[in-house]
């Protein structure tokens, strides 16, 4: 058990303010809150912006990489969504603290009222309580990628996560956030509460309530139990569509457990999950606890209008490249056109062309962005997403539905990594040879050099242009490639004669079909192109010519 010292020398003490309204001042735990923030206060305090020197442009392109990544983490420029979103999670914790007033003489006998209300509760049935409930719920609706947990992240983060309050010896957790876990059920929902207070209050609830093999009732009425205890004004939970409704007893069982939450515990609850996810259970647990809420909040993609000029205008200052590119009509028309006007598509794709450019200029002034660069970028990297994309380009809303668990690809580390990976990687070359004359060994060792990357293995190369140019030492280089793949061919098609009857036959009968899964593709062998694909972290142009499956035409023209 923490003394009080020690809850202190732990936790944020509370500060008690005036926030301008009666019914608030009066509670502690709404006075403790931050104060009500005006709308040009809430943008100033969500806007992210990575850092960023002129100076880092002229870093090696490993380093500018790194640089480059900042956006994937702090970049974020708030829209009218995010302000409606905050006043509403602003309301929605204040006024779960307006029938838990720890100054008022009822406090504990309403609170111990509750706790036997929950602990004797029949969850199997509706809740139906009479009692007024100051609570409320929301569900926050989307397609992936659009920005929905990261605006709840920044709005809830603007507020303190545990607060001492020493004149009633309570520790409040103004919110709680959870993420779903993949088909988990409600008993796991409930150990990801115990866990996430735990990391917040440095407690052992998880042991102290999942040993033993609890009963699901049992379960939800400890996490009711520890709501009232520690003041929680807010739960949201994040990723819905990972609850499974089966395995957690049906879809009354889950509704019971919100219910519960929100009219006895007085506890406001927030659902963010896709719009398939929540629309099984909404309208359904909106009638079973007899309130209108807060209503919903559809997160759609941007749209093509100035806020998207003005996203992109902010993005395109951030560019690490020797040749900065300016923002015209056809890139703002293609990027709305790739992403459909979903910030996580669009930053990550400005990040991965970024570090394609630095990768393949030849000189500082190649070094830039242009419409080309972000197609090749998108159809090589962000492939996964396109039927996703494909369904809101055609406004395609059943295919939309179908899409929602697609999942954006988190590029930050491929990113790093892919790049660091290349240019650590040392490039393929064959031995130089020395023929005495200088002349003669660049021949000698052009052809080979080309000849190795049209696929012909460099013991077998050697030899053959060896020979040619003993015999010929005035020799062009045109004319020793023609002579070693003649040679080559000779000797292909006498260790390729016709097999015996016996052979072909039992050849035809283990001719079976062997599919390997794509996940699989990096198993196979180093010859195998779809390894290559698989194991690429550039286009696909740069993997096959790095590993010789390009033939260089310049070089083969050039002698």
Avoid at 31 to 43: G, R, T
Avoid at 158 to 181: F, G
Avoid at 302 to 316: R, Y
Wanted: proline share 4%; hydrophobic share 40%; aromatic share 8%.
């Amino acid at each position: 058990m923490m003394t009080t010292d020690t809850k202190q020398s732990y936790f944020k003490e509370a500060k008690y303010i005036d926030p301008g309204l009666p019914e608030y001042a009066d509670n502690p735990l709404i006075a403790a809150l931050p104060s009500i923030q005006s709308v040009n206060e809430v943008a100033a305090l969500l806007s992210k912006r990575p850092k960023f020197d002129n100076k880092e442009i002229g870093l090696k392109g490993h380093i500018r990489v790194h640089a480059i990544s900042r956006l994937t983490r702090d970049f974020f420029v708030p829209q009218t969504t995010h302000l409606v979103l905050e006043q509403k999670f602003s309301q929605l914790i204040r006024r779960s603290y307006l029938g838990r007033n720890p100054k008022t003489a009822t406090f504990k006998r309403k609170l111990n009222q509750m706790r036997s209300t929950i602990q004797n509760q029949d969850l199997t049935s509706y809740v139906h309580n009479d009692a007024n409930s100051n609570a409320s719920s929301m569900a926050i609706s989307g397609i992936s990628g659009a920005g929905k947990s990261t605006a709840t992240n920044l709005i809830l983060n603007t507020y303190d996560k545990v607060i001492y309050h020493p004149d009633y010896q309570l520790l409040q957790v103004p919110w709680v956030k959870i993420d779903c876990p993949y088909d988990g059920s409600l008993s796991e929902f409930c150990e990801s509460f115990f866990i996430a207070l735990d990391k917040r209050l440095n407690t052992r609830y998880r042991d102290k309530y999942t040993s033993g093999r609890p009963t699901i009732g049992k379960l939800i009425a400890d996490v009711a139990d520890l709501c009232l205890i520690h003041a929680v004004g807010l739960i949201v939970v994040d990723e819905f569509q990972h609850m499974n409704l089966a395995k957690s007893g049906g879809e009354k069982k889950m509704i019971n457990f919100l219910v519960t939450l929100v009219n006895v515990v007085e506890v406001s609850i927030v659902l963010i999950g896709t719009p398939k996810a929540l629309r099984l259970f909404s309208n359904e647990f909106r009638q079973a606890r007899r309130a209108s809420g807060e209503g919903s909040i559809v997160w759609d993609r941007m749209a093509f209008d100035e806020s998207w000029d003005d996203f992109l205008e902010e993005l395109f200052q951030y560019q690490w490249l020797q040749s900065n590119t300016e923002l015209d009509e056809q890139i703002t028309r293609l990027l709305y056109d790739l992403s459909q006007g979903i910030p996580d598509i669009v930053v990550k794709l400005f990040c991965i062309a970024q570090a394609r450019a630095i990768l393949l200029a030849a000189s500082p002034e190649d070094e830039c962005l242009s419409a080309n660069l972000f197609t090749d970028v998108f159809e090589e990297e962000l492939s996964i997403v396109k039927p996703m994309l494909d369904a809101l380009r055609t406004n395609d809303k059943a295919a939309i539905s179908d899409c929602s668990d697609i999942v954006i690809p988190n590029i930050e580390s491929e990113l790093l990594n892919g790049f660091d990976h290349l240019k650590a990687r040392a490039l393929k070359r064959t031995k130089r040879v020395e023929m005495g004359d200088a002349l003669q060994s660049d021949i000698v060792n052009n052809a080979i050099e080309t000849l190795v990357s049209m696929g012909i293995a460099e013991d077998i190369v050697k030899p053959l242009v060896q020979d040619c140019i003993a015999s010929n030492p005035d020799v062009s280089l045109i004319d020793i490639i023609h002579q070693a793949t003649s040679s080559f061919a000779s000797i292909s098609s006498l260790e390729g004669q016709t097999p015996t009857k016996g052979k072909s036959a039992n050849k035809k009968k283990n001719n079976k079909v062997i599919k390997t899964k794509q996940t699989d593709w990096g198993q196979l062998s180093g010859k195998d192109l779809r390894k290559t694909h698989f194991s690429k972290t550039g286009g696909m142009y740069e993997a096959l010519l790095e590993e010789g499956h390009i033939f260089p035409i310049n070089r083969l023209l050039a002698g």
